[in-house]
């Protein structure tokens, strides 16, 4: 049985293909259309999906689309009757969630049947579901506590359900808007000078750089956290107009806004960021002590956009609540699509027979392909027995290397298969790579990959994190050793990688360990700011000529730029 999950109905618009419930093929539109958190339909990603799994469209028994257009009506008028007192709000839901919702809601249908051809049948699933179902269903557990935490996805900011075997149940959701913990997060965002959604995760970056205890009583006037879920944020401070989330009580407690993204921050924005941070890792243990109690599972699964905040994901796990947790590594909304087709599998009375062992589900391009893409340009390359023995050596010395082998990862973070590689010892790289590779604000840290069996040496964790979820402490007596990927504040967003996971960049890893002395290097996403990861060769490529790399490993060959003469 052939099941296609999509997700067309909000950014990160996604595409996810199940068959016979294990996971064939995996994608967000963003990639192919070049659109950095598109909302538009996934039509590409659909053709991929089904490419990859060798049928066409009507070979698919059944559709399934996350998001239940309805349930935002519902809740539209629900909240329009409630907060009567606040226009502002009921033009938002007219704009965002009447008209878009509704909007998107029908063309998704028209468009599997008009433009693909699709004749079979379709279904909705709830937001929050697919949000639980992506989580619970690729983790490897027979049963546990799952949290969705995001914005808002039919009407609600975030859910807790018990998992089980093939089952979700739903045990108790927390409304939008005065609920919503992404939604404070992007108000914040917004007041830094930052877009709403697409860069709240910004913020954490920034919040190292500053001191919370100067600005968390401020936040505590309006945003109340107390424990096992009492979550709840005053209205009045976090508007909805747009081009404005903040109002201007938030203006009185905090200032002026941050103009743009551009504009150089200073100790005020750093602290502001801090508290907010503190008040997102507050809200997350708060809602982890209602999954405890209100479940009695000794696991956790979680995903929703919150959940990729890797530093209160660390601090989740400091508090040991559960005994394990589980996060999937598309958590934002492109993980919609996967989890609509895992639930509809199951809901149609499918077994569970997958989990997830690895995020490496996007499109790929073998070598006949990759070569004829640089023979196309007519390029100097040099084709290369071992790859991963090359881009270790060249980044030994110094080189920042672009890394594009087998098929992509899913979700935002880089994991060895579409990266930019650089040397971790070296205390001028983070600053060389954001300026003249990224070209993205300089306070931004960059995350380390290295090899599981030697990460104990260097890093405070707990366990293996495949999926660069959650932030560690770099050891002490590590830090001057790991300068370009220690943050201000002493932790790096640690990826653990093994050959069972990824053979190749493994091996690069422990190249690089025996020429610099640490199986670990810097490793960030193959983009710069504000456009997707590369998808093809050609996306390669053109990041390659365009920015500061100096070499670039795609499958079997080697380009490499001439350093400049010194002097």
């Known amino acids: 049985m052939h099941v296609l999950g999509?997700?067309?109905?909000?950014?990160?618009?996604?595409?996810?293909?199940?068959?016979?419930?294990?996971?064939?093929?995996?994608?967000?539109?963003?990639?192919?259309?070049?659109?950095?958190?598109?909302?538009?339909?996934?039509?590409?990603?659909?053709?991929?999906?089904?490419?990859?799994?060798?049928?066409?469209?009507?070979?698919?028994?059944?559709?399934?689309?996350?998001?239940?257009?309805?349930?935002?009506?519902l809740h539209s008028a629900y909240h329009a009757v409630r907060l009567a007192g606040r226009p502002w709000y009921r033009t938002w839901l007219r704009d965002q969630v009447l008209v878009t919702g509704l909007y998107k809601g029908q063309r998704q249908s028209k468009r599997m049947r008009a433009r693909l051809g699709y004749k079979g049948e379709l279904r909705h699933v709830h937001h929050h579901l697919c949000?639980?179902?992506?989580?619970?269903?690729?983790?490897?557990?027979?049963?546990?506590?799952?949290?969705?935490?995001?914005?808002?996805?039919?009407?609600?900011?975030?859910?807790?359900?018990?998992?089980?075997?093939?089952?979700?149940?739903?045990?108790?959701?927390?409304?939008?808007?005065e609920h919503s913990v992404g939604h404070f997060y992007d108000c914040v965002a917004e007041w830094l000078g930052f877009r709403p959604v697409l860069d709240a995760g910004k913020v954490m970056g920034l919040a190292s750089y500053g001191d919370p205890s100067t600005t968390i009583e401020r936040f505590e006037t309006f945003a109340k956290v107390r424990p096992e879920g009492d979550v709840r944020f005053d209205l009045d401070l976090l508007k909805f107009e747009k081009g404005r989330r903040s109002s201007a009580r938030f203006e009185q407690l905090f200032g002026k806004p941050r103009e743009d993204h551009e504009t150089p921050t200073d100790p005020r924005f750093a602290d502001v960021a801090a508290g907010a941070q503190a008040v997102i890792e507050r809200a997350i243990v708060s809602l982890a002590q209602a999954a405890r109690a209100e479940t009695g599972r000794s696991r956790l699964c979680m995903a929703g956009g919150v959940a990729l905040n890797s530093v209160a994901n660390g601090k989740l796990h400091l508090e040991n609540l559960f005994d394990d947790i589980w996060i999937q590594p598309a958590a934002n909304d492109a993980g919609l699509s996967l989890g609509a087709a895992l639930q509809a599998w199951h809901e149609s009375g499918g077994r569970r027979v997958w989990s997830m062992k690895h995020a490496y589900w996007g499109p790929g391009h073998d070598t006949d392909q990759v070569r004829a893409a640089l023979d196309v340009g007519?390029?100097?390359?040099?084709?290369?027995?071992?790859?991963?023995?090359?881009?270790?050596?060249?980044?030994?010395?110094?080189?920042?290397?672009?890394?594009?082998?087998?098929?992509?990862?899913?979700?935002?973070?880089?994991?060895?298969?579409?990266?930019?590689?650089?040397?971790p010892t070296n205390p001028e790289m983070k600053d060389v790579v954001n300026r003249y590779v990224k070209h993205r604000e300089p306070f931004r840290p960059f995350a380390p990959s290295c090899a599981l069996e030697e990460a104990d040496r260097w890093f405070h964790r707990g366990g293996p994190s495949p999926y660069m979820l959650r932030v560690w402490e770099v050891k002490p007596e590590c830090k001057d050793r790991l300068p370009a990927i220690t943050h201000?504040?002493?932790?790096?967003?640690?990826?653990?990688?093994?050959?069972?996971?990824?053979?190749?960049?493994?091996?690069?890893?422990?190249?690089?360990?025996?020429?610099?002395?640490?199986?670990?290097?810097?490793?960030?996403?193959?983009?710069?700011?504000?456009?997707?990861?590369?998808?093809?060769?050609?996306?390669?490529?053109?990041?390659?000529?365009?920015?500061?790399?100096?070499?670039?490993?795609?499958?079997?060959?080697?380009?490499?730029?001439?350093?400049?003469?010194?002097?």
């Open 6 to 73: 999509v997700n067309a109905a909000s950014h990160n618009a996604s595409a996810a293909l199940v068959t016979d419930g294990r996971l064939v093929a995996f994608a967000e539109e963003e990639r192919f259309n070049r659109e950095k958190f598109t909302m538009a339909f996934p039509e590409e990603a659909i053709r991929y999906c089904l490419e990859e799994a060798g049928i066409n469209v009507n070979d698919v028994d059944l559709v399934a689309f996350a998001g239940q257009p309805r349930s935002e009506i």
């Open 131 to 177: 949000h639980a179902s992506s989580a619970f269903h690729c983790s490897p557990y027979e049963d546990a506590a799952v949290l969705t935490v995001d914005a808002q996805g039919d009407g609600v900011a975030s859910a807790i359900y018990d998992a089980e075997g093939t089952e979700i149940r739903k045990v108790r959701t927390w409304a939008f808007p």
């Open 378 to 423: 007519k390029l100097s390359y040099r084709e290369v027995d071992d790859p991963a023995a090359e881009a270790a050596r060249l980044v030994a010395d110094n080189r920042i290397v672009g890394w594009y082998q087998g098929r992509a990862e899913v979700g935002p973070r880089a994991l060895g298969n579409r990266s930019i590689l650089a040397n």
């Open 488 to 567: 201000v504040d002493g932790t790096a967003r640690l990826q653990t990688v093994t050959a069972e996971q990824n053979a190749l960049y493994h091996r690069y890893l422990l190249e690089l360990g025996e020429r610099i002395g640490i199986p670990c290097t810097l490793n960030t996403s193959f983009n710069i700011r504000g456009e997707p990861i590369v998808n093809s060769p050609m996306d390669a490529l053109k990041c390659y000529f365009t920015t500061g790399l100096d070499a670039l490993v795609i499958d079997r060959f080697v380009l490499e730029k001439e350093r400049p003469a010194s002097g």
